[in-house]
């Protein structure tokens, strides 16, 4: 256990040795901030909760970033320290091979959680100091909802690229295969299944079956979390028309995307014993 | 041979093969405590699969393999990595941390107590630059730091792959020194390189491999003796003398005329002090006399190119 610590601390502090933590956390806040103003620009008088619209806009933006941080930050994770020649050494070292991967995964995710919460915190704070919000009556729940569900966003990405880390023989292959799940899971899926729902072909597929195709990927977990799991950002985001037996609990959400995370790491520690060195 | 008890490295008739490669056939060889053996051979003889056998990266196709008496790959080897110190052969090191950062990292990992390593550091001349980032270290440099973290925990059994590859003459001195102090202290030594001309007399052993095998093993003089090579005496002398030695020492085939003064004789290693006593008798005719031994260049090229002799009868 002291040495998956170990491996996590060193990744941490590499994170912010090579300034990787300061820039993701101005980019995420930067890109949270002006999101946010102009999203809140619009609403103008209404009971609608200003976090609610802030929460809204940056779900959209978390959806496209956090999972490309979060494999930019993973994707040569054992195939870096390969090609450094440190792997044969580290693994000279009594520790095992799951080790590695967990501490890996642990550092990575700490530094993913720092970006977002301090990322998205410097922006939801900036906007109640400026505005005429005061910040306690501010709904906090949704936006913790949306620092959580991001964090947890991003662990999935650094479990995916991680397990990518493993399989590949060279961080070029590595950083492709990172582009391509990235394009698939943000993009390509998303596109697919509005094409086929939106063809003739929908007719064979239930209501209750495209849901859960929808589900099975993460991102789109994701987005269901946070848009249609209040009733504020429900109405905002154009959720608020589903019927009772359209959404999804919260708690399956969640599952699902600790499921993500778990998975790839079992994958991961499998497919790292088998790695010929 | 040493009793078994003795041996911290231990290969017998191992082999490991790739698909259809075989890296390693019938390796059988053993390293005692406090003995150093140096694995000689070109890219791609098999040392590093032999250095990854020894570490438990990989598994014997076939034989056997103990590293303190136990099967690296084993779950009971973990707690024995402690004792075990690595350098890998091309090895860089995360740039962003310090030379003593990285030390303390690889210290935590081996569970050793926190400290500062300002020793360690001292012992590779880098405690200038501990506080440096290895980013801006040069190849030495981080060649030196890894020796360092090798010697972290004062190892039982140090596996250096290439040690020196990139190092000045002095610097690597200063390997040797060390490798030399490590065995004082009770360490065994296997380094591995592919220029023997590197190696010191700190080394006991050469083994060198050819395309997976094992084709020599043995103190650096007997494998000189083994493949024939013959000693040189160079002399200058005037040339009435040059003459007379070349009379006294007899076969005319073994003396050649460099140039005018210059007499070299090509003799077997073994007769080599019978012919310094006949040429001394002109001793005050003699300006200079330089004996040069077969290099080991030449030793290891007839090792590599022919078949001779074996590793077993050594």
């Known amino acids: 256990m002291s040495r998956i610590l170990v491996l996590a601390k060193k990744e941490v502090r590499d994170g912010y040795r090579n300034r990787w933590i300061i820039l993701m956390t101005l980019v995420l806040a930067t890109l949270a901030l002006v999101l946010s103003l102009l999203g809140s620009a619009p609403v103008g008088t209404t009971n609608i909760s200003p976090l609610a619209v802030t929460v809204v806009s940056l779900s959209s933006l978390s959806i496209f970033f956090i999972p490309l941080i979060a494999l930019l930050l993973s994707y040569d994770s054992i195939v870096g320290e390969e090609e450094r020649g440190t792997l044969t050494l580290l693994l000279s070292h009594p520790i095992s091979k799951t080790s590695i991967t967990l501490g890996k995964f642990l550092g990575q995710f700490l530094i993913l959680s720092f970006v977002i919460v301090v990322g998205y915190g410097a922006a939801v704070l900036a906007l109640s100091f400026g505005g005429d919000i005061a910040i306690d009556q501010l709904q906090w729940s949704i936006f913790f909802k949306l620092l959580y569900s991001s964090i947890l966003l991003g662990g999935v990405f650094l479990a995916l690229g991680i397990l990518l880390s493993i399989c590949t023989k060279d961080r070029g292959t590595a950083a492709a295969y990172a582009i391509g799940l990235w394009l698939l899971f943000v993009v390509l899926f998303d596109m697919a299944l509005l094409g086929v729902l939106s063809s003739t072909g929908s007719s064979f597929i239930s209501d209750e079956a495209a849901k859960w195709i929808m589900l099975s990927n993460p991102a789109d977990a994701y987005r269901m979390f946070n848009l249609a799991g209040s009733s504020d950002t429900a109405v905002l985001s154009g959720m608020s028309g589903l019927r009772d037996d359209q959404g999804v609990p919260n708690g399956a959400l969640l599952s699902l995307l600790c499921a993500w995370i778990v998975v790839p790491l079992m994958a991961s520690c499998i497919l790292f014993q088998r790695k010929s060195i | ?314």
């Open chain 2, 1 to 314: 041979m040493k009793m078994d008890s003795q041996m911290v490295m231990d290969f017998a008739q191992v082999s490991k093969t790739y698909g259809k490669v075989k890296a390693l056939e019938d390796i059988t060889l053993n390293l005692a405590k406090g003995s150093s053996v140096a694995l000689v051979g070109h890219n791609g003889a098999g040392k590093s699969t032999l250095i990854k056998l020894i570490l438990g990266l990989i598994k014997p196709s076939s034989g056997r393999v103990r590293v303190f008496r136990q099967e690296p790959t084993s779950g009971a080897f973990n707690p024995l990595r402690c004792k075990i110190g690595y350098l890998p052969e091309q090895c860089l090191f995360q740039k962003s941390l310090t030379g003593r950062e990285t030390l303390i990292f690889y210290a935590q990992l081996k569970g050793l107590k926190a400290g500062k390593f300002n020793d360690s550091l001292e012992r590779v001349d880098l405690a200038a630059a501990a506080d440096r980032k290895v980013g801006t270290y040069s190849k030495g440099m981080r060649q030196r730091l890894g020796v360092a973290q090798a010697l972290l925990g004062a190892p039982e059994l140090l596996v250096l792959d290439e040690p020196t590859s990139g190092l000045d003459p002095i610097a690597r001195q200063n390997i040797y020194k060390i490798i030399g102090e490590e065995k004082e202290r009770g360490a065994s030594v296997l380094i591995s390189s592919h220029v023997l001309t590197e190696l010191d007399d700190r080394i006991d052993q050469v083994a060198i491999l050819n395309k997976g095998k094992l084709t020599a093993m043995g103190t650096i003089p007997i494998l000189r003796r083994k493949v024939k090579m013959k000693s040189e005496i160079i002399l200058s002398a005037p040339k009435l003398v040059i003459e007379q030695i070349e009379k006294s020492v007899g076969t005319p085939r073994d003396c050649t005329r460099k140039r005018d003064g210059v007499l070299s004789i090509s003799c077997d290693p073994e007769n080599k002090i019978a012919i310094l006593e006949k040429i001394m008798v002109f001793g005050a005719g003699i300006e200079n006399i330089e004996i040069q031994e077969p290099s080991l260049e030449l030793v290891y090229n007839a090792y590599s190119n022919s078949n001779i002799g074996g590793a077993q009868d050594v």
